[in-house]
């Protein structure tokens, strides 16, 4: 069974490399497909020339916008390209930068033996204590030096399909989702690392997100007083006060990334 994966970034240099290292266990370098945001209008195009050194691991898409965070320019280019990928590939898989897809049995083989046309992960979220766990050491095991995180509805994302999909915002949702599979998880990045998340705040600078309480708000904020109260905040509830149920990282899941 023919199968791919794609993901779109703007100037990412730290999740890019952690998601083409998990993702090309099981994906060819001709599999993978990266959108790059250019952003050479930020910083000279260094980023764009750091992307163009991995060319060998993957297929690499430079595209430009001058808006940053456009919740709906990303959904529009998103589907275009799910519906280009489905015409060479009888399953196409979505996910963004700093999500990783895994089941026990490998991803590739949960795809092979999949029978229905799509499939909805059970979103995890993974999150630092920020007074028990410091900086994560990038160069070893993610999950290994973090203990917690929480379940999350609008990370349980539709993202493995074999046709076409009508997402969403921030793909959280499809019309044509299932129930979440209980063994596939989908497990979320962006809490891992505190100091990581902040950094990559203030690097971005997101033109189109500038009306406080606008979905994706958590991009885009810059003040570290902000994330440090959003940080232990359910993603389910924001921007309501509901703090998440925390619980230890699934064991299953533990030596994944």
Known sequence: MSKCIFTIMRREPLWFPIFLNYYS?????????????????????????????????????NIVNTETFDHEWLRQVVMAKQRKLLRHYSTVVFAEIDEILYHQSGLDNFIDLMKVNCVRATGFEVVQKLDEEGQIDWGQPLLGQRSQGYFSRIYSKTLISKIPLSWSWGFHNCKEEPEPDPELYLIHLHKIDFDSCLKRNRLHKHTKLVTRGQAGEQNVRQEESWLRHWWNMDVDGFPAEILANHVPIPKKIKASV
């Open 25 to 61: 266990q099981y994906f060819k370098p001709e599999e993978i497909h990266v959108i790059n945001h250019s952003c050479a209008d930020d910083d000279g195009g260094e980023f764009d020339s750091y992307v163009n050194k991995f060319s060998n691991r993957c297929v690499i898409e």
